[in-house]
């Protein structure tokens, strides 16, 4: 049985989260999506929120498995007996960061490759920060994000929640 990891931040998982994931799992006989503690940045949900979010948008996906862990990407890999960890490539601007990532994280877990998906094109300059900001500044994020995910974005703008 081939395991794979994506771990990302989630903050929250976008669409083009959601593309990775259900092409991913097509791809593998498992895959766990698991959301880590990036340290540069500051969350806007808990890691508990982020994973029940992601829950909520992959149900349809029987292969796919929740999680959430606060450590070394690459010892979580081996825990759990993975093969590959799955990333999303957006532009060029993404590469050095994730081959840097790959590199290390290799070095750290020799059994563990990267496997990368190239972003759908619509998709091409989504991501979290990017939902966040612009919901921040009253636009619409209905474009971004499934509908669950942008109630939860706006109630936590709006402070409800
Ligand atoms: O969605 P993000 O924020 O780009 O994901 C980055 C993430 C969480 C995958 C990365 O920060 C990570 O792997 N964090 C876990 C700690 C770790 O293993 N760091 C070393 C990576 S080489």
Redesign the pocket.
Known sequence: MKTAIY????DPVTLGHLDVIERASALFDRLIVVV????T?KPMFTAEERAALLRRVTGHLPNVEIDCFD????AYAAERGACTIVKGLRAVSDFEYEF??AL??RKLNPDVDTTFLMTSAEYMYLSSSVVKDIAAHGGSIRDFVSPEIETEILKRMRKED
């Open positions: 771990p990302g931040s989630f880590m503690h990036n340290q940045k450590g070394l990407l690459a840097q990532m290390a994280n």
